[in-house]
């Protein structure tokens, strides 16, 4: 049976069930049928179709050869069904089928036609209580069901397509109001970390992206002025704004790639600068060095090709000329130039020059190389008050052979002339001594004390230093255990050069102490900035490593090499350590208290603890607290101490200055 016909069936047989059984038998024993009773039930019959979703229900039954209506809900329905009285006409389908039915005993359905319409409908016999047999029937409206079923597929066509382009629509947002932007977003974050600093989200949104987006900006823009910042001043001389040492030597090596036929690089010290400081104090120091840059600044170009500042009074020229004499004559101008008085307030002042020489290509082919020898001729112009000397490579032979720290250092280090001291770092926010930093000094037997300054680049040069290192390595370790012992522990920073963290064998020797240290251990190591930069990724491993072995790392004297951010997210290091020139002269500069702030953020951002080396003052160590300095070493502190001497420094305690009050940037 088809689901048409199923539902004609139950609507049929539902018919029972509106119609009371007292009705059907006085209509099939009646005459006739009173016209209000046909009207009620004829409407009950009505509304139990549209519940069944027929369009018509009705009983019949027969009279002698006719059919007649019992109860028919088309008659409510507003169809006129043509009939006599309420006969069935004998020559319609629906007549035939009714007593067809009658006559098979069993239902029986069939397809009407007649004027209102195409009808389903089925005959359904039924035997009455007295034996009287009378129909069910149903209709169902084909054409009204073609109509609705291709209405409903019409219908479901469109809520499919409606469907379908609300899907391609939220698709669409959600590409572009989330996928899109995250992708730029994360393209953006990716450039930045590469060092494209100017990168910048363009987004007007009022949502997270759009919060995400302006504080990327805000850091982006924050970072690149950083950077400028520090480009510059890692390139110029801040106070006369020539370009520094690393700028000249940038410069001086574009000017060899041309291969000149004579080049000379002079440097100059301006002699007994010291006692200007002293008798007239920093300002007019300051005003000296600005008038000697202004004069030189200001002469021949074609022959002064590059004028640079490269440190307090030390300035360096590159000369073009064609041979010596013609050299000379022109260093001559140039001393006289500077020789000539100056009047600082009322006194009138002569600043005697000394100088050193290099030629390219008679002493060097490279920046590096001219600079140096340079540096040695301007060192025995001094030693020798001569105004001005050309470069010997036998005198410095000489010098070297003078020295003889050479022979002295490997005997300082079997001897153990080295001496290991400590100068503690405190923790700005918690006032309490965590950590300290060994530092070498070397007990000279004919020479007394020597300062770390004075060996330590002279090892690095002659590939000795990594006999000091190993040294102190231990010497730290072995303390540190002793230090156990008196449940002191301190992390040490120990400070090791570049040669030595490029080498993995130099790892190896970590980890083999280490483990004989055992739970003492509590290690750091201190690269300087400019032994970090630009190395290859070689050195990255060995110091990730070393990470991992729980040796922390810093990077010392963080300011005086030029290391970009992206470069530094890079490295695996924990802290930054802030050169103390750019510390110390927090006290009289603006710029250099904007350079620390600008370091102390760039360290955060990289989740690095900063640490201030060379306080000094406690002006400085409130500003350093202001901008969220993590830690503090200096003078005003402690000064380097022996070992035992600073177990007695820990007990006595409290080490926070009693004069620091809490911080505020009033004196800024
Ligand atoms: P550094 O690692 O930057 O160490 C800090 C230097 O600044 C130390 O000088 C310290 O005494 C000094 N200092 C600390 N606070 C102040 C302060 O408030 N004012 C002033 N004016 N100076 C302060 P030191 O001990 O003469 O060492 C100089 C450099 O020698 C060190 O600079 C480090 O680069 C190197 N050095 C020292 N010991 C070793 C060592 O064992 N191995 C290596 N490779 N280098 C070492
Ligand atoms: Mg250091
Ligand atoms: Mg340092």
């Not at 060092?195 to 690149?224: K, T, W």
């Not at 008679?362 to 340079?374: I, N, S, Y």
């Not at 001291?421 to 037997?445: C, D, F, M």
């Not at 156990?484 to 980890?511: A, K, M, P, T, Y």
Request: aromatic content about 8%; overall charge negative.
């Amino acid at each position: 049976m088809s689901e048409l016909d199923g539902r004609l069936h139950t609507a049929a047989r539902a018919i029972p069930f509106v119609l009371p059984e007292k009705y059907v038998t006085q209509a099939l024993q009646a005459q006739f049928i009173k016209q209000e009773d046909y009207l009620k039930h004829s409407k009950a019959l009505n509304q139990s179709a549209k519940q069944m979703g027929v369009e018509h229900l009705y009983v019949l039954s027969l009279r002698g050869a006719d059919v007649i209506f019992i109860a028919n809900s088309a008659l409510l329905a507003g169809m006129n069904i043509e009939r006599d009285g309420d006969y069935l006409p004998s020559h319609s389908e629906r007549f035939t089928l009714v007593r067809s039915a009658i006559a098979a005993g069993q239902p029986i359905f069939g397809n009407i036609h007649d004027q209102y319409g195409r009808y389903r409908s089925i005959a359904m016999p039924v035997l009455g209580g007295d034996g009287v047999v009378y129909v069910l029937g149903a209709d169902i409206a084909v054409d009204k069901l073609l109509a609705r079923q291709s209405e409903a597929r019409i219908r479901a066509f469109l809520i499919g397509l409606l469907m379908f382009g609300f899907g391609v629509l939220i698709s669409w947002l959600l590409a572009s109001q989330m996928t899109a932007p995250l992708r730029r977003f994360s393209s953006a974050v990716h450039r930045f970390a590469a060092g494209e600093f100017d990168v910048r989200m363009p987004m007007h949104r009022h949502d997270e992206l759009g919060n995400l987006a302006s504080a990327f900006n805000a850091m982006g823009d924050a970072i690149s002025a950083r950077e400028h910042l520090m480009r510059q001043l890692a390139f110029s001389d801040r106070l006369t704004g020539l370009p520094n040492r690393v700028k000249f030597a940038e410069l001086l090596s574009a000017y060899l790639i041309k291969t000149p036929s004579w080049l000379a690089v002079v440097m100059i010290d301006l002699a007994d600068f010291r006692y200007i400081n002293d008798a007239f104090g920093f300002d007019a120091g300051d005003r000296v060095l600005c008038t000697m840059s202004d004069r030189l600044s200001q002469m021949q170009p074609e022959h002064l090709k590059i004028v640079s500042r490269i440190s307090g009074n030390s300035f360096v020229l590159l000369l073009s000329a064609d041979n010596e004499t013609q050299t000379h004559a022109q260093i001559q101008m140039i001393e006289a130039a500077l020789s000539e008085s100056l009047f600082l307030g009322e006194q009138k002042v002569n600043v005697a020059i000394r100088s050193g020489i290099a030629i390219y290509p008679l002493h060097a082919d490279t920046a590096e190389g001219l600079l140096r020898h340079a540096e040695v001729a301007m060192f025995f112009a001094k030693r020798d008050r001569e105004s001005s000397v050309i470069y010997d490579p036998s005198r410095e032979e000489d010098r070297l052979n003078q020295f003889t720290l050479l022979g002295d250092l490997r005997e300082a280090l079997s001897e153990n002339h080295l001496v290991v001291y400590y100068q503690p770092k405190i923790n700005v926010s918690t006032g309490l001594v965590g950590a300290a930093e060994a530092l070498v000094r070397w007990q000279h037997p004919s020479r007394g004390w020597i300062s770390p300054g004075l060996f330590i680049p002279f090892a690095e040069k002659t590939g000795k230093l990594r006999g000091i290192t190993e040294w102190v390595l231990c010497e730290v370790l072995r303390q540190q255990v002793e230090w156990q012992r008196n449940h002191v522990n301190l992390l040490i920073s120990v400070n090791v050069g570049v040669s030595d963290v490029e080498d993995i064998q130099f790892v190896d020797f970590v980890e083999e102490q280490l483990n004989k240290a055992g739970s003492a251990a509590n290690l750091c190591l201190e690269i300087t900035e400019t032994g970090v930069m630009h190395k290859p990724d070689a050195m990255l491993q060995n110091l990730a490593r070393l990470r991992r072995l729980g040796v922390q790392l810093s990077i010392d004297d963080f300011g005086t090499g030029y290391s970009s951010f992206a470069y530094l997210a890079k490295m695996p290091v924990n802290e930054l350590k802030i050169d103390q020139v750019f510390v110390m002269s927090m006290n009289s500069t603006f710029e250099s208290v904007s350079i620390v702030r600008s370091m102390i953020e760039i360290g955060h951002i990289l989740g690095l603890k900063v640490v201030a080396e060379g306080v000094e003052t406690i002006g400085i160590w409130q500003a350093l607290a202001v901008m969220g300095c993590d830690e503090v070493q200096g003078y005003l502190i402690a000064k380097p101490m022996a070992a035992n001497e600073l177990l007695d420094w820990l007990s006595e305690g409290p080490h926070q200055p009693v004069e620091l009050t809490p911080p505020s940037m009033s004196n800024f």
